[in-house]
């Protein structure tokens, strides 16, 4: 018998209505969800004896519990429950505005800022000519300098020339666009989609490649109803939530 | 020179300022949301030769489509342009309201229907004391026969006793919920994080293990703000995208 305490919500035992794994790790689930950011788990082997299984069983459940970011490691320290995700709402916002709103410092590196001929889905989405020049702003967005976004954001070159020159690791493209360029910026529509990181994506990004990400694609637009800007952006899937309130119509 | 005729959007060449795969992404990506659904792409081979790249860049920009689900392949024929996503907007719908507005035969294979001791997460959505009864019932969705999503719901027993009878392969539980058993499903708050799929999830859902998944964990409420269902729901990444309209406060 294991002398770990036991946490309020931790059942005494087992039942035999469902597979060991599972419960397993619904009970690990409503730790994490019961105790606070980097609270420590009971280890492997406190598990193991507790519930009468395999300690492969215990650890094959907390590595899903890692890949999914609700648990993290320290090695040869034990598990404990992860940071929350970040959560993007339905109000449209920037990420520097979504970061300070949590109480993170965001940061941009910037990997790339140009005039280039406008991708095909890029021109359509902005409504531009085929080929018409855009500004391209590639940057590697980060959260208390953890890397948590890739960002691409295209705009008219015609209509925003000065974004070509300006310094993207210390502004906001929200701030320039609404308080120096004039821009109302009214709304968004926005797809979202799980897809695997590639390993150039994950490099960046700091995980493994094939590890899962949200890729958010926005045409954002003014009062007027003018595209603005069409953005692809890569979330790490074990930083990243997306929260939403249903009504049923 | 290919004899391929080049569809509106393709450009003639690539520039030299940025990647050609990227390039040749971008440029696919724009025949992909030209073209319909089953249409034809180029061959990798008329792309390598028209573009003057290697026939390695083309394939591996071919196969992060295929995996982020824009293409799939036929053996011997050729890659095409992938049916689009099945989107999930913020009206509070069933799958199979949502499958029916889209004109695909909603269908279920029930993987598991009992009354157990509430999970501790389920039970704190659900308000109810630890371990009360909780009917859970676990379906494999489809779509014209095409795996979609798996299901876990789970109802307060003492509240749904009938639930744990039903037929489920047949009937809806939203339509059960508001005909037959008079409930007024009114709101839910729903988190949505991408994970990646296990060997169980994926073998069920018919993708590779490790395919990045979109997992809905989804609490309805009634008119009284009674929490109705608690549901964790699994869909396959390179089938499924959200659609948000974003407001600017």
Known sequence: VSSTPRPAGMPRRLSRASPKGRQLREIVEGLVSSLGPGAPLPSERALAERYGVARMTVRAELDRLVAEGQVYRVHGRGSFVAEPRVAQAVALSSFTEDMRARGMAPGSVVLAQDVVAAPPLVAR????????PVVRIERLRTADRTPMALERAHLPASRFPALAETDFEAASLYELLENELGVDLRDADQRVVAVPLSADEAELLEVEAGHPGLRFETVAR?????????ATSL???????????????
């Open 125 to 132: 989405h902005l409504e531009l000519a085929p080929e018409a």
């Open 222 to 230: 003014d009062a007027e109803g003018t595209p603005v800007y069409h």
């Open 235 to 249: 979330y790490r899937g074990d930083r990243y939530e997306i929260q939403l309130q249903q009504e049923r119509p």
